[in-house]
């Protein structure tokens, strides 16, 4: 490479979305770059030309490994829509004026949907106003949501997260035991796609019969037939533990959270806050059959828990971080890096590169036939797609019994 | 031993409930009892004459790993309150008839402060009645609140998932920008005292500045004051969180989660069930502030998150297990097992036997004086009690990617 990188983070932050910032830096220093920048909060944050040099930060092979180990966003994050290029270009001239005064060869934006939308965005001006500055995108979302990508990093190890702990959640259901037996409902992330949601299905092994029932937000979801079939699970046994989706939906399109309480935050992308999904229905079974009810709120530790990431996940998000900066050096621009996968058992995958255009603003689902007849649960298909994601482990380090993160000294 | 030995599990599951029974299990067949029965559901099933033979579940060295790695209580639990002696013996004369039946010579609890009291009342009328089977009280409880054991097994593993969590929720919490900043509020277990809570204090480090606030239910809680400083913290930095417990209560006694719903459900033992004071607090402060605001409850991934479980926390379970064992084959009767701290830091503990008598029913709390003035802290002298026990790990043993458990053939 003969200038410098950028590199910006966007959107929610995964566990693994640092591992592809450490990936990003490294291949960039590999192949010559002169300096590595970070934006900080994203493009939002560059605008107002707030940036790192990285090499400040990331100062020995430990820091590295301590980066890829740590949540969150290590430079910031943001959720900043571009307006369309025929709408502003004043906003456009002046990230460009930004680029070309810190000589920018190649801008690395990992992110998901909306994140590869601003990849597009740039890519395109680039090449109305003939500037040879490269865009590429690097996917990241735990909602598994992108297009044209067999998987997104960061997804494994919400995964593995959470088929860890429905499974400890339903080992805890059993212990105590109630007159009309107890119904735990779990809550999950993922608003319109249930990658996540299923991934509670891993709970489900030879010493775990796994949840008992499997809602996503792809399929209506019925209050009469749900609670029929809960009913006849308590005649069966003690215990009843069920895995939501905070996105599920009436046939109508009401939300089953809005049955409870309304909450009308939408944020900058137009996306309606959901939460309360759970505890909802937790009141409308323990109403319905007098039983005892749990609702649990996995929360923002499906998107944190680097203490129980997926090695396969924090490694190909290294290498897809690595892959973003190889694809600009041999000229690529308006591409996102996207994982192919080459066989299920044992896993092997490799990187390619995929025009964003195709990409950006589209939303992958689980595939219907992902789900059985009833719509209550994953198939065996999305069990064998998840399985190969969650496998082997990244050893937190450990200082005095809590995991060390690599940190910002201006965070303190 | 000349008999045989009778185990129960009873009250909430910890993550290291199983691995006293491990230790149990192993003594007493060290030490040449016959048979170990494991009491299904605690008292409630043994008076049902439900019980199991131990050894035909924990048949190898890897079954009693695996034990020691399983959440919730092996053998089930309940929360059976036994009467007085003088109000009813039919009770008691059933129990003693079906452990005669079974040639027990030692019955060992493993609970909190309401077992304590079923040991109390059990080995009282075994004097009184002139029988020579020794009941010995094993410590669990994840709230630490025993009278005269330094700490209860199982509070360890607890707080390091407490500290763990919390620094990943405040990493994750500096991700994005809000306009007026963002306040994270986390519900954390514990209804009267504040040992979980105060654990939060260990995300703090050289890399973490932990939470901004902690309260504990010991102290009465002022929104005023609170929503000042939170207001104060806002002015210097963009996230703020804080760590909250379950049972936090204004000065007049009313719990801050009964100012949003009030939830009347009450157990066995009169004990309120209390939730949403996150969710509650977090309404609050968006309302004052009008910032952006999140809540989160650790739910009970806190007794259960076997995956990140403390190495001290699990062989001090193991050992306090054995030594329950050990006091009632050499006389011992009345008592429970506890733990004597013999230095902090390098760590070391031992176990001794104290009279039951002067345990249940007895709640300890956290003194005054390890909380700071203002009340919205811990003080170093907490962290210094704290931090050895969440020190070491103890690895899942992971099967295609997810931690495998023992378990009963029936539950599944």
Chains 1, 2 share one sequence.
């Not at 994953?378 to 050893?395: A, H, M």
């Amino acid at each position: 490479m003969k200038g410098n990188v950028i590199v910006g983070q966007s959107g929610g932050p995964t566990a693994a979305i640092n591992s592809s910032l450490a990936g990003v830096y490294r291949t960039a220093m590999d192949r010559g770059a002169k300096k590595v920048y970070g934006m900080l909060n994203g493009i939002q944050g560059l605008m107002e030309e707030k940036y790192i040099d990285l090499s400040e930060h990331i100062k020995s092979e430990l820091d590295a490994e301590l980066l890829k180990r740590t949540p969150s966003a290590y430079l910031g994050s943001c959720r900043y829509k571009l307006p369309g290029i025929h709408e502003n270009t004043d906003v456009y001239d002046q990230i460009f004026e930004i680029l070309q005064k810190l000589d920018i060869e190649a801008f690395i934006y990992i992110g998901g949907n909306d994140s590869m939308d601003t990849i597009k965005k740039l890519s395109d001006y680039a090449i109305i106003t003939g500037s040879e500055i490269r865009f590429i995108g690097c996917p990241k979302t735990i909602d598994n949501d992108l297009a044209l990508t067999d998987h997104t990093p960061g997804y494994g190890s919400a995964a593995k997260y959470i088929g860890t702990c429905v499974k400890e959640v339903i080992r805890d259901s059993f212990c105590l035991r109630y007159d009309k037996g107890v119904v735990t409902i779990v809550e999950i992330m993922g608003r319109n796609a249930g990658w996540l949601t299923g991934a509670s299905a891993l709970a489900k092994g030879e010493d775990c019969s796994g949840p008992d029932m499997i809602y996503l937000p792809e399929l209506p979801f019925d209050f009469e037939k749900f609670k029929n079939k809960v009913a006849k699970l308590l005649e069966k046994k003690s215990s009843v533990v069920v895995a939501v989706s905070e996105g599920i939906q009436t046939a109508d399109g009401k939300y089953v959270c809005e049955y409870g309480t309304s909450i009308d935050f939408v944020d900058a992308f137009g996306h309606k806050q959901l939460s309360g999904t759970a505890s909802y229905l937790s009141s409308y079974i323990a109403g319905e059959l007098g039983c005892k009810t749990r609702a649990i709120e996995l929360s923002t530790l499906q998107r944190a828990a680097s203490h129980l990431a997926s090695r396969v996940d924090i490694l190909e998000a290294y290498q897809v971080g690595g892959a973003a900066v190889k694809a600009a050096d041999e000229g690529d621009s308006g591409k996102m890096v996207v994982i192919v996968r080459q066989s299920d058992d044992p896993y092997q995958s490799a990187t390619e590169v995929k025009d964003v255009h195709k990409i950006a603003n589209d939303e992958k689902l689980v595939p219907r036939e992902w789900m059985n007849k009833d719509g209550d649960y994953v198939t065996q298909e999305f069990i064998s797609y998840v399985r190969p994601l969650i496998q082997g482990d990244v050893s937190p380090v450990m200082v005095d019994g809590i995991p060390r993160h690599l940190y910002k000294p201006e965070e303190l």
